[in-house]
C-alpha cells in the first residue's frame, strides 16, 4: 500500500526514457557555455525537452491520444502528422549519417590548390573553429610547398577585418609564403566561397582538383557543393570541439535540407 502524500514511483521504463531525455538535452545544451546557440541545438533541445515531459506523464498523454483518435478528424491528423515527422526524422538521420562519415575526410592524391574556406572572426581575431581551418591548411600547405591557397571570406557582422584577410594574417605567422596566397574577400555563405574561389581559379590559371579545408562537421556539404558547381575537389577535415560536433552535425544535416529545397 502506497504511502499517503507520496508520489507513485515511475515504471522503470519510463525513468530509463527520461533519463535518456535528459542526456540528450544535456548533449545540445552543453555548446550554449561555448556561445554556440543556433536552430539546430534549440530544436534538439526543445525536442528532448517534449520527449520527457511524454514520458513523466505518460498516462494522461495516453488518454489524451485516445480521446482524440476517437475522433475521425483528429485521427487523420494524427497520422499525417505522425508520417511527417517519421519521414523527416528519417531523412534527417540518413543526413547526419552523411556528415559524419565525413569527418575524418582526408586528400587521396596532392592538390594544387588549396581553398580554406572562412568562419566567425572576432574582432580581428580568429574564432576557434576558423583557428583550426588555419592549422590544417598550414599544415597542408608546409608539406606540399608546391600548392597555392584561396583565402575564402568577407566582412561579417560583428567583425574588423575580412575573414580572408584574417586568415592571411594566421598563415603568414605560421611561416607560410604570402606570395602562395590569395584572398577572396566578397563570399558571404558557403557556396559563396566555393563559387568565387572557382572564378579565382579560372582568371588566374590555377589548376586542380581544389583541396577544400573546412572544420570536419562541414566537409561534406563543402564536396557536395563543389560537385554541383562543376568544381573538382577533395577535402580536408580539420578539427572541431567534441561538445559542440553534434550541434553542428545536426545542424549541417538541417542545411543540406535547405541547400535542395534552394
Not at 204 to 214: Q, R, T
Amino acid at each position: 500500500m502506497r504511502r499517503s502524500g507520496r508520489p507513485p514511483r515511475l515504471p522503470r521504463w519510463r525513468r530509463l526514457l527520461v533519463l535518456l531525455s535528459a542526456l540528450g538535452f544535456t548533449v545540445f545544451f552543453l555548446p550554449v557555455f561555448g556561445g554556440i546557440l543556433n536552430p539546430a541545438n534549440l530544436a534538439a533541445m526543445g525536442g528532448f525537452l517534449l520527449l520527457a515531459a511524454l514520458f513523466l506523464w505518460w498516462p494522461g498523454a495516453l488518454r489524451l491520444l485516445k480521446r482524440c483518435w476517437a475522433r475521425p478528424w483528429a485521427r487523420l491528423l494524427l497520422l499525417l502528422s505522425g508520417l511527417g515527422l517519421a519521414g523527416l526524422g528519417i531523412l534527417i538521420l540518413v543526413l547526419c549519417c552523411q556528415v559524419t562519415a565525413g569527418l575524418r575526410t582526408e586528400p587521396e592524391q596532392p592538390c594544387p590548390t588549396v581553398i580554406v574556406l572562412g568562419c566567425q572572426v572576432h574582432g580581428s581575431s580568429p574564432s576557434l573553429l576558423l583557428r583550426y581551418r588555419v592549422q590544417a591548411a598550414a599544415e597542408y600547405l608546409n608539406a606540399h610547398p608546391e600548392s597555392v591557397a584561396i583565402l575564402s571570406g568577407g566582412l561579417g557582422e560583428g567583425e574588423e577585418i575580412s575573414e580572408a584577410e584574417c586568415m592571411y594574417r594566421e598563415l603568414t605567422a605560421l611561416g607560410i609564403e604570402p606570395a602562395r596566397l590569395r584572398l577572396e574577400e566578397e563570399s558571404r555563405v558557403t557556396l559563396e566561397n566555393l563559387r568565387f574561389s572557382q572564378a579565382l581559379m579560372e582568371r588566374e590559371g590555377l589548376s586542380g582538383p581544389a583541396l577544400i579545408v573546412s572544420n570536419d562537421f562541414h566537409i561534406f556539404r563543402a564536396l557536395k557543393m563543389a560537385e554541383d558547381l562543376g568544381l573538382p575537389a577533395q577535402g580536408l577535415a580539420a578539427r572541431s570541439t567534441w561538445y559542440s560536433r553534434p550541434t553542428y552535425i545536426l545542424r549541417e544535416a538541417l542545411a543540406l535540407v535547405k541547400y535542395a529545397l534552394d
